[in-house]
């Protein structure tokens, strides 16, 4: 069985603005005080796992230990089904230090070009750790296809060229409600609280 988070501060482990943002909206109905690794200064550990949910776990497990509070970590990628899935988990690292989504939709596109099919998912896996080390871990999937060139303002990361299946507006363009009403992030999102915030 699960465990619950009764609550208190949680530690968002991760350095992106854009994405401390969305998971902190998702957090809004429970009774969490959210702070981010970025807020405490904590060093971002090597993401050297071979999975989503491998990297999530050592992002969730660092934050943990260093900051004694439980701490929760995404780790999320768009994988596009002609590239084999890549740029997969190197996502961001597509994206080069200066964390440049600008170049990694570029760098998509490119290696795209040559192909018809355009078909893409984005995936997200939660890590939800304890400072005793116990880890649950969830993952949500969103199937879409690219498009060229990018769309809206309103996201971040690969939003501006990606479309879910049956919508018409890129992520980027979507209202953040509208996103997190079917994103990967929603979908891990909805399984972690059915399994561990339900007590709050």
Known sequence: MA???????????????????????????????VISAGDLNLPEPVENGQTFKDNAKIKAQAAALASGLPALADDSGLCVHKLND??????????????????????????????????????CALALCWPDGHTEIFEGKVFGNL????????????????????????????????????????QAFKKMMKACFKSI
């Open 86 to 123: 890549e740029p997969g988990i190197y996502s961001a690292r597509w994206a080069g230090p200066d964390k440049n989504f600008d170049v990694a939709m570029r760098k998509v596109q490119e290696k795209l070009k040559k192909f018809d099919d355009k078909s893409a998912h984005f995936t």
């Open 147 to 186: 498009i060229w060139p990018p769309r809206g303002k309103k996201g971040f990361g690969y939003d501006p060229i990606f479309i879910a299946n049956d919508m018409s507006l890129s992520f980027a363009e979507m209202q953040p409600e509208a996103k997190h009403a079917i994103s990967h992030r929603a």
């Open 3 to 33: 465990r619950f988070f009764k609550g208190g501060k949680l530690i968002i482990a991760s350095h992106n603005l854009g994405k401390v943002i969305e998971i902190k909206k998702l957090l809004l109905p429970f009774s969490t005080d």
